[in-house]
């Protein structure tokens, strides 16, 4: 699925990984508690060689939810951006504004 001059970049820790044998590396040897789960939330594409996930991923202790930016040529993807980004508590000081999301509804 990898191209041969696949990146891999996350901006917010400003680090990037080149290769596909790289990103493999790096996921077997990524510390998990458990075998990663992952519920596909919503996925964008455009008909050229575009498209950028929402996926929430857990390893049974651990969830998080990244949103990455595919770029893919010949059917291979030669390029990944994701964040990562933590969660946090609502603000108090505009909760009279806000409803809180129900992360089982799409709505």
């Not at 990898?2 to 290769?19: K, T, V």
């Not at 996926?55 to 030669?78: H, M, N, Q, W, Y």
């Amino acid at each position: 699925m990898l191209s041969e001059q696949f990146i891999l970049e996350w901006p917010q820790s400003n680090e990037r990984i080149r290769g596909a044998a790289r990103f493999a590396q790096m996921n077997s040897e990524y510390p998990a508690e458990g075998p990663w789960r992952f519920t596909v939330n919503r996925v964008v594409a455009n008909t050229g060689h575009e498209a950028v996930s929402d996926v929430t991923v857990t390893d049974g202790a651990l969830t998080a939810r990244a949103i990455s930016f595919f770029s893919a040529e010949a059917g291979k993807i030669t390029k990944i951006v994701e964040y990562w980004p933590e969660p946090y508590a609502a603000p108090v000081n505009r909760a009279h504004l806000v409803e809180l999301i129900d992360e089982k509804s799409p709505y």
